[in-house]
């Protein structure tokens, strides 16, 4: 059993900054990638930033200079650093990771429950 637990979401004036954690606990043998999504009422799920299985970082065009992922490998945790926040951020921030379990070799997609994040103007 893997559990992805987020916090840090809240409501923020535009411009203002929040910060996100998710940890990852449970049966854990590698995380192969993490990272966040977010979703908007009536929009698709987007990717916001992530580590990918190759350690590289990828980030939506639209948070590049304002948002940082980064992580603590120790803690099976990632963060989102968010800055200058605006009103069209305002979503559902969810929490992705690829694992890889302690029994066989294979890996699975997990989600956290999900954090709101709402920016006002």
């Known amino acids: 059993q893997v559990q992805l637990v987020e916090s840090g979401g809240g409501l923020v004036q535009a411009g203002g900054s929040l910060r996100l954690s998710c940890a990852a606990s449970g049966s854990i043998f590698s995380i192969h990638a993490m990272g966040w999504y977010r979703q908007a009422p009536g929009k698709q799920r987007e990717l916001v930033a992530a580590y990918t299985s190759g350690h590289s970082t990828n980030y939506a065009d639209s948070v590049k200079g304002r948002f940082t992922i980064s992580r603590d490998n120790a803690k099976n945790t990632v963060y989102l650093q968010m800055n200058t926040l605006k009103p069209e951020d305002t979503a559902v921030y969810y929490c992705?990771?690829?694992?890889?379990?302690?029994?066989?070799?294979?890996?699975?997609?997990?989600w956290g429950q999900g954090t709101q994040v709402t920016v006002s103007s």
């Open positions: 992705n990771a690829v694992i890889e379990g302690l029994l066989g070799g294979v890996s699975y997609d997990y």
